[in-house]
């Protein structure tokens, strides 16, 4: 029995292609011509036929156009087909920024999925605030999931330059994408109130939609991130259905919680915000004199920023604590300075107070305090509930130093 080998040559696939190409260029052996706003492009039926679906049922055996000379497409472009018809003879997608667009359109409609994935492969690695609106609305028209995802994403992240640079685009997005920004649990610098106007402004330059549609856009909203005043004052139309009225009202029932707000949280009092924060609060670089700014650090960029807020108090040996979204500052050393005859002193007295810092408005707030003093403690949260334990209950000290010894 002889013995036979399969060997395969890589450069078969290459130079075929590479010779159909030079047939296309010289047009030779072209047995249908192709036309698209009036430019007329001659092509080889058995190269479409095997790499298009489009093609192969166009040119299969019970079609009027199986034997035509001339096949007239209206609906593409000649960039976008020419630039389709380059892939199908070449292996290579030119395309660009300026392009996507019709090129996309040709892929989709001749049914060339690779050319597809090239595309969506194109725009989710190109997205940026410049583009990202109009990749989003892209993706959404030829059902691109990939690129759709990814394209929100990028429109939920950069929403504050968005806002301040490309309204216009932004009053343009596909409700399907607009509907998924506004569902983000991360729009980092970007107020809700400003949502909840882009939202409005939206339907008006895109409704009116039916109610069903209003409503779902509306609800993704999040009413609790709103102050009470700026609640009462939204009038618009497709605020007063029963649905959104009841979101409005539960928002200024959470406003009226005082000291519950934090074990009474929903997603609609939920901040939009990445939750892998570290904050720095109190202490400074001298022991005896502790810093009020408070301090972020940022883990996905590494950096440190200052909190638009500072501490009501300067204060060190304090705990530290989150309930909610809220953050709570507990006793610790309070220190103060004034001026006697000419020198500094400074006081340090052991607290019992309870600061509570709202990020929803940057504010801080006073609250119930501790039985009594401590510094040096530990504190924990447990079920919602915030335990003191141990540390020392020494009251005041004071201290003088000359003019000038603090900075």
Known sequence: ???????????????????FQRLRSERKMCDVVLEAGGVSFPCHRALLASSSVYFWALFGETTAERLAGSISLPVLTPEGLDVILDFLYSGWLSVSPSTISVVLEAARYLQVETAVSICERFMTDGLSAENCCSYANLAERHALSNALETANQTI???????LQESRDELLE????????????????GVKEVELIKLALDWLDENGPLPLLQSNLLLSRLR??????????????RAMATPLIRSQLTRALEYHRMGSAQPIR???????????NRVLLLGGGSSADWPEQQVLVFDPRNKKFSSL??????RLRNHCVCSVGGFLF???????KEADEDGKKSVTTTTSNQVWRYDPRFACWEKVESMLERRAQFTCCVVEDAIYAIGGATHTTRRQHTHLGSFC
Do not use: K, W
């Open 156 to 162: 939920a992240m950069e929403m504050g330059t968005l």
């Open 308 to 313: 638009s807020s500072c501490l009501p108090l």
């Open 329 to 335: 500052v507990i006793g610790g050393e309070e220190v």
């Open 1 to 19: 029995m002889d013995s036979y080998s399969f060997l395969y040559s890589s450069s078969h696939r290459t130079g075929l292609l590479s010779g």
């Open 223 to 236: 009413y609790g991130l709103v102050g009470a005043s700026d609640l009462t004052n939204l009038n618009h």
């Open 265 to 275: 949280q929903s997603r609609q009092s939920t901040l939009r915000a990445s939750p």
């Open 173 to 188: 997005l596909n409700i399907q994408s607009l509907m998924a920004v506004l569902d983000a649990d991360e729009i980092p």
